[in-house]
């Protein structure tokens, strides 16, 4: 176990903060003490992964990025200059802050500043933004040229053309700037920048730059936009106001296995526990009065209701609200106390506490409390210089017993050599083709082929060719199928006036004779004794039938629809209307395809029904006639379609 504590970085510069508005243009970043402490961090990250020794409960190993927490007390600034820092630091790998506003990540206002252009092409600043981008990757020398040297009133969109008509490097960023244009013109808001990020190579070039970490980002930003798309308005400006007054907050998962450096605050980890942590102080004061809200709830004694008061200045103080003033702050305090602990009860093995403030030092920060603490024990703590990359600074280091940490890795003992296994030579062999699928077969639809290699036709039908004649009959023959449909299911006082209300609503251009002697045509039949199994209560309408049969060696799929059927004791019966005008006089007269299209059904419905004859019955309407088709004639109808 060992703690170090870091001297904290101050801020350089005059006393009076009025006298130093200009800093962030005259001052170096590099002076900036949140700079300072990331780049000293970084350095020491990067000495310890794969070189310092932890001590575990399976031996001493070497340190991993996963190994490594950085714990903040707030979302600020330094999580990005850390991550930045680590990513120039021999590129290590950094799963980024826990907890992140959408719109506040550097690649969303890159896919937001094309949004604008797409939208205003005069945008100048969401072109010049783009530019630097990592879509076009473009340097300050690049944009320079682009934006200093246009004329007076000259967009920078019209200077990138000037320069794309002279130059190929800008006429390809000319070209790609116009195609994702009209895509953001023609496409809805989720499918322009899931094709910008995918096919057009947008995710890739933003892996390049940020690193992996920014893969969640985007796929959160396409989830929203595709949330956008469900809930929201249409279109892309609604989609950017929405996302810029109203941007999510996304969580991410810290997932060890991962092996990244982790950054999170120390309220988020609770829970968690990490070999090397390091708790950075960012020099805030526990307690800030600025920050109490005006309206408050003091709690009642003794079990009473809580008492509501405004202090809109600090002028109009009151005892109540001092008293109360007190209490929040002794509550901050301590609450201040256990997140130190928190943070610090996170280490397994190395602890380093360091931290940044402004001019003015706060007594009490994180920093100073550790460094009273340690300070007190002269005879375990003591002053130590600290180095890493060319850089030096002071503080105090605590070791466990006096040991110091970094002993020698054991070396592995020698492994025996591993036994080569012989692979199947079935490895190497091509696979056998893949099992052809069933040819469909549709004997209710309008055709129906049944094709071998040298693609004969082998049948056709009255359904599959032989139409009735004019759009008049097939209506025709629709309502008398919805007729013996659903008739069966009234009463028999009650047909003829569903009839009727069918018939006016199916056909309400017909004669009233028509409609008449259709429904009694339809009524008649479903009087007919010869029908009265046919329309039992044991029989069904429209009864959907799939299945398969072998036809000259190969499997073909049967799909249809039975307009009858029903179970008579031993017997399945299955019935399929005609409504043909002129039906056959004779068995002989019986087109060929209306026999077939039963004999396909029979064959597919006879495995499901074993010990049961299937009877097949054709009914033509008009008269009606009915037919029972005898086994040979679809014996025969079969070997028609097996032979060809």
């Known amino acids: 176990g060992t703690v170090d504590l870091w001297d904290i970085v101050a801020e350089e510069g005059p006393d009076e903060e ?258 090397v942590v390091f708790l950075v102080d960012g020099g805030s004061k526990a307690f800030d009065r600025s920050l109490l809200p005006k309206l408050r709830l003091k709690p009642g004694a003794d079990g009473e209701a809580d008492i509501p008061f405004w202090v809109p200045v600090k002028d109009v103080q009151s005892r109540i609200s001092a008293e109360d003033d007190k209490r929040l702050e002794l509550a901050a305090e301590e609450e201040y106390r256990r997140l130190l602990y928190v943070g610090m009860t996170r280490a397994s093995d190395r602890l380093v506490i360091c931290g940044y403030r402004k001019k003015r030092d706060v007594p009490d920060s994180w920093a100073q409390l550790a460094r009273r603490a340690l300070s007190a024990r002269e005879d375990i703590c003591r002053p130590a210089t600290f180095t890493a990359a060319g850089q030096s600074w002071e503080g105090l280091s605590w070791r466990h017993h006096g040991r110091e940490p970094g002993g020698a890795v054991p070396p592995s003992p020698d492994k025996e050599p591993e036994k080569k296994i012989a692979l199947p030579d079935s490895l190497f062999r091509p696979l056998p083709p893949m099992p052809a699928l069933p040819r469909p077969l549709a004997p209710s639809g309008v055709t129906a082929v049944i094709d071998d290699e040298a693609g004969d036709l082998i049948v056709s039908s009255a359904l599959f060719m032989d139409k009735l004649h004019g759009a008049g009959a097939q209506v025709k023959g629709k309502i008398v199928h919805r007729l013996l449909q659903a008739l069966p299911d009234f009463p028999a006082g009650d047909r003829l006036a569903a009839a009727r209300r069918y018939l006016a609503r199916a056909a309400p251009h017909w004669l009233e004779t028509e409609r008449d002697a259709l429904a009694a045509n339809s009524l008649g039949l479903l009087a007919d004794k010869r029908f009265a199994t046919l329309f039992g209560p044991d029989s069904r309408a429209e009864v959907s039938v799939m299945g398969t049969i072998r036809v000259r060696g190969r499997d073909h799929a049967i799909s249809g629809r039975i307009d009858r059927m029903g179970i008579d004791g031993d017997r399945v019966f299955i019935a399929d209307y005609k409504t043909n005008r002129v039906p056959p006089a004779t068995r002989d007269d019986i087109p060929f395809a209306h026999r077939a299209q039963l004999s396909l059904y029979r064959e597919v419905l006879s495995p499901l029904f074993p010990g049961k004859s299937v009877e097949c019955l054709l009914v033509y309407t008009e008269g009606p006639q009915l037919y029972s088709l005898t086994d040979a004639e679809l014996e025969k109808a079969l070997l028609a379609i097996s032979t060809g």
Request: proline fraction near 4%.
């Open 18 to 275: 009025d006298e130093d508005w200009l800093a962030p243009f005259d001052r170096p970043a590099e002076t900036s003490p949140i700079v300072q402490l990331a780049s000293r961090m970084a350095a020491v990250i990067r000495g310890m992964i794969g070189r310092t020794v932890l001590e575990t409960g399976n031996g001493p190993r070497l340190v991993t990025p996963g190994d490594i927490l950085v714990l903040v007390r707030k979302r600020d600034a330094f999580a990005g200059a850390l991550a930045r820092e680590l990513k120039r630091a021999g590129r290590v790998p950094v799963a980024g802050t826990d907890r992140l506003v959408l719109a506040s990540h550097i690649a969303i206002q890159d896919l937001m500043a094309l949004g604008r252009f797409a939208l205003l092409g005069e945008d100048d600043l969401s072109l010049a933004a783009l530019i630097k981008s990592p879509l076009f990757d473009m340097t300050e020398d690049d944009l320079d040229q682009l934006c200093g040297f246009r004329g007076p009133d000259q967009t920078v969109c019209r200077r990138l053309g000037e320069l794309a008509a002279a130059n190929a490097r800008w006429k390809s960023v000319e070209t790609r700037l116009m195609r994702w244009a009209g895509m953001a013109a023609s496409m809805r808001v989720h499918d322009f920048y899931a094709a910008l990020l995918g096919r057009e190579g947008g995710r890739k070039l933003f892996l390049s730059r940020f690193g992996h970490e920014v893969s969640d980002v985007l796929d959160e930003f396409l989830n929203f936009a595709l949330a956008h798309e469900e809930a929201g308005l249409p279109g892309l400006t609604g989609f950017l106001a929405t996302l810029e007054k109203d941007s999510p907050e996304i969580k991410r998962e810290q997932d060890k296995g991962r092996d990244e450096v982790r950054i999170m605050t120390v309220h988020a980890s609770k829970g968690l526990e990490a070999p």
